[in-house]
């Protein structure tokens, strides 16, 4: 954890030796991004702290049955923004889900959200605007709703077959 700071200071280091005007240079651009990037980075992190300690996994899971809403979509859409982790640690989750009865279309939103990350939206943010970084947080959301409805409405689940004797 503490590797890259050590590893970025003895750069910093090595190039106050060879060239301080050019590291303090340096040193300034990189103080300011700190600044900029600084109160979005504290909002994200207090609103993703909220998330975390008020919303289980199985308060999401009962609202993304098959015949869920638009309350449902936008769960889907929230839960796969807020989601960390490498995206191959919920493929089971996700399957298991999927087998007691979530929708193809939940599932398909989460998966689309995932592109979103809080985290780094205060970095967008400085170098992008919060313009650009807001329509595109939007288009993105309501393009994994089109989407997700698409998969509800064409990968149909198979309906249990009746059981003969």
Not at 75 to 91: K, Q, R, T
Not at 119 to 126: D, K, Q
Not at 138 to 145: D, G, R
């Amino acid at each position: 954890m503490l590797l890259f700071p050590i590893v970025v200071l003895a750069i910093y280091g090595v190039l106050f030796a060879i060239t301080p005007d050019r590291a303090l240079e340096a040193l300034r651009s990189s103080s300011t991004i700190l600044i900029t990037i600084s109160i979005p980075l504290v909002v994200v992190l207090l609103v993703m702290l909220a998330m975390n300690l008020f919303v289980k996994p199985a308060q999401i899971a009962r609202f993304l049955g098959r015949d869920m809403g638009i309350r449902g979509f936008i769960l889907s859409a929230a839960a796969g923004i807020v989601s960390m982790g490498p995206i191959y640690a919920w493929y089971p989750l996700l399957k298991k889900l999927k087998d007691e009865g979530v929708g193809n279309g939940p599932i398909a939103i989460f998966l689309y959200n995932r592109a979103v990350k809080p985290f780094l939206l205060p970095v967008m943010i400085a170098y992008f605007g919060w313009a650009y970084v807001a329509i595109l947080t939007l288009l993105t959301v309501l393009a994994s709703i089109a989407m997700g409805y698409c998969m509800h409405v064409f990968i149909k689940r198979p309906e249990t077959p009746p059981i003969s004797n």
